[in-house]
């Protein structure tokens, strides 16, 4: 059973900076692409970055692009989400999500197959 971990969310102060840690276990993700997406309420989840296995593809949503950076580290089957400059419309629980198909570059949530349960960041004005 492939499960998912979240953690690194918090309180942080507008300008400020977080890093986010996801980490897999039941499978190996070294084949495949991991995102983050983010949900605040009342809106729906939205696709946050994406990063494939060799780690040399990233993609990101424009709202992020330029402040937020994803990683990823395969021997320790684990993804991150660094985050700077943080803006209170940041606020959001952050969910880190698995892509066994890892030619593409998945924007859709439909298109993750694992989840994990979310972490919450809240970004204070």
């Known amino acids: 059973q492939v499960q998912l971990v979240e953690s690194g969310g918090g309180l942080v102060q507008a300008g400020g900076s977080l890093k986010l840690s996801c980490v897999v276990s039941g499978r190996s993700i070294s084949n495949d692409a991991m995102g983050w997406f983010r949900q605040s309420p009342g809106k729906e989840r939205e696709f946050v970055a994406t990063i494939n296995p060799s780690s040399d593809k990233t993609y990101y949503a424009d709202s992020v692009k330029g402040r937020f950076a994803i990683s990823r580290d395969n021997a320790k089957n684990m993804a991150y989400l660094q985050m700077y400059s943080l803006k209170p419309e940041d606020t959001a629980v952050y969910y880190c999500?698995?892509?066994?198909?890892?030619?593409?570059?998945?924007?859709?949530?439909?298109?993750?197959?694992?989840w994990g349960q979310g972490t919450q960041v809240t970004v204070s004005s």
């Open positions: 999500a698995l892509d066994p198909q890892y030619s593409r570059v998945a924007v859709h949530s439909a298109e993750y197959a694992d």
